[in-house]
Nanobody, 117 residues
Framework: QVQLVESGGGLVQPGGSLRLSCAVS????????MAWYRRAPGKEQELVAG???????IYVDSVKGRFTISRDNAKNTMYLQMNSLKPEDTAVYYC???????????WGQGTQVTVSS
């Protein structure tokens, strides 16, 4: 069974920064492109950023230039550095493999990010 543990969320003022971490047990990390997702209140889950095993990255337009995804393959850990945070970044953030299904994949509890003054 895959375990994904997200951490690092919190309450931050607009313009602030947070660094999220995702610790992964199981084989999915070493063989998959990994991704960060988020679900804001009243909205559907969206892909925020993804990173391949080799380090190639993609970002949703709304976070380009502000968020940086990275991974440590030796530690089975992934990170999301979030700078210049905006209130619209408020959401629960989850990590998983790219194209993970809510119905068929294991998911962690997520970590809450709240951007508010």
């Amino acid at each position: 069974q895959v375990q994904l543990v997200e951490s690092g969320g919190g309450l931050v003022q607009p313009g602030g920064s947070l660094r999220l971490s995702c610790a992964v047990s199981g084989s999915i990390f070493s063989i998959n492109t990994m991704a960060w997702y988020r679900r804001a209140p009243g909205k559907e889950q969206e892909l925020v950023a993804g990173i391949s095993i080799g380090g190639s990255t993609i970002y949703v337009d709304s976070v380009k230039g502000r968020f940086t995804i990275s991974r440590d393959n030796a530690k089975n850990t992934m990170y999301l550095q979030m700078n210049s945070l905006k209130p619209e970044d408020t959401a629960v953030y989850y990590c998983n493999r790219m194209a993970a299904s809510r119905e068929y994949d294991d998911w962690g509890q997520g970590t809450q990010v709240t951007v508010s003054s």
